[in-house]
C-alpha cells in the first residue's frame, strides 16, 4: 500500500505522519474549517513573485516519493513508493487548470491530476515501477530511478499538454503543499511505465561543472537541454 509522507512544521516543532494515497486523496476533496488553502491562495495574490507567503507555512509538505522516517540523522526512507509528481504552470486561473486537468487525463498512465495549493498550477502523479513489478528498496536505487522515471514522465507528458511542465530537482524528498480540490481527478488502477533499473544518475549530471549533494540530482541543467530531450519519442509501456 501506497503511503504519503506528510511533514508540518510549527517553527520551533516539526511533525511526520503517513497517510495512504486514497486518503490524501479523500483529504484533497474538503477543505478543514480554518480554510488554510483557501487562505494561502488569497494572500498570494499580494505577495511579489519570489516573495514568501506566511500562509504556505500553514500547509503541511506532502513528499509521495517515498515513505520517510524521521531520525536524528534526517529524514531515512522506509519505502519507495514509484511515484513522481509533475507540476504544470504557472497557469492563469481555473479555466487553465481544467483544461490541464482534462489534458493529462487522457493518458491512462496518469494515477492523480489536482489543482496545486497555489491554483496556478497543476500537479499530476504517475506510477513507475520496473519489469518484474518490483520497486527499488535502497535508497541509492531508488534515487536512481527516480531521477530517470522523472525524465522519461517529462518526455511522455509534455507534448500532450498545452503548458509547460515546471523543471524541479527530482530528489525523493521533493514535496508539494497540501491543496484543495473538490474536482480531484483520481485513477488508482492507473496504467504504470516499466523502467529497467538504471545503473546510476542521468547522464545530464555531466552537464554540471561542480559536485552536487546526494539529494541534488539534476536541475541545473538548462531548461533548452530538457525541451531537446523531450522531442525523443516517449518511451513506450510494457503490454
Known amino acids: 500500500m501506497i503511503k504519503i509522507t506528510q511533514v508540518r512544521d510549527g517553527g520551533n516543532h516539526v511533525t511526520q505522519s503517513t497517510l495512504t494515497l486514497d486518503a490524501w486523496v479523500e483529504r484533497m476533496k474538503e477543505e478543514v474549517k480554518t480554510c488554510p488553502v483557501t487562505m494561502f491562495r488569497s494572500q498570494l495574490r499580494h505577495?511579489?513573485?519570489?516573495?514568501?507567503?506566511?500562509?504556505?507555512?500553514?500547509?503541511?509538505?506532502?513528499?509521495?516519493?517515498?515513505?520517510?522516517?524521521?531520525?536524528?540523522?534526517?529524514?531515512?526512507?522506509?519505502?519507495?513508493?514509484?511515484?513522481?509528481e509533475l507540476t504544470v504552470g504557472p497557469l492563469a486561473g481555473r479555466a487553465e487548470v481544467e483544461q490541464v486537468k482534462r489534458e493529462a487525463?487522457?493518458?491512462?498512465?496518469?494515477?492523480?491530476?489536482?489543482?496545486?495549493?497555489?491554483?496556478?498550477?497543476?500537479?499530476?502523479?504517475?506510477?513507475?515501477?520496473?519489469?518484474d513489478n518490483t520497486l527499488p528498496l535502497t535508497r541509492a536505487e531508488a534515487e536512481?530511478?527516480?531521477?530517470?522515471?522523472?525524465?522519461?514522465?517529462?518526455?511522455?507528458?509534455?507534448?500532450?499538454?498545452?503548458?509547460?511542465?515546471?523543471?524541479?530537482?527530482?530528489?525523493?524528498?521533493?514535496?508539494?503543499?497540501?491543496?484543495?480540490d473538490p474536482d480531484v481527478l483520481y485513477r488508482p488502477d492507473s496504467v504504470q511505465f516499466y523502467l529497467s533499473q538504471p545503473m546510476g544518475m542521468p547522464d545530464e549530471m555531466a552537464l554540471h561543472t561542480e559536485p552536487l549533494s546526494p539529494a541534488s540530482v539534476l536541475w541545473n541543467v538548462p531548461w533548452g537541454v530538457m525541451k531537446r530531450q523531450m522531442r525523443s519519442p516517449c518511451c513506450s509501456r510494457r503490454p
Open 105 to 131: 487525463w487522457k493518458l491512462p498512465q496518469t494515477r492523480c491530476a489536482f489543482m496545486g495549493a497555489s491554483g496556478h498550477s497543476v500537479k499530476i502523479l504517475v506510477a513507475f515501477t520496473r519489469p
Open 144 to 180: 536512481a530511478f527516480h531521477a530517470h522515471a522523472y525524465i522519461m514522465a517529462v518526455k511522455c507528458y509534455q507534448p500532450q499538454l498545452s503548458f509547460d511542465i515546471r523543471p524541479k530537482e527530482p530528489f525523493l524528498e521533493q514535496y508539494s503543499r497540501l491543496s484543495y
Open 47 to 84: 505577495v511579489l513573485p519570489g516573495d514568501h507567503c506566511e500562509a504556505a507555512d500553514k500547509l503541511p509538505k506532502m513528499m509521495p516519493a517515498a515513505e520517510f522516517r524521521k531520525t536524528e540523522g534526517g529524514q531515512c526512507m522506509k519505502a519507495y513508493n514509484g511515484l513522481v
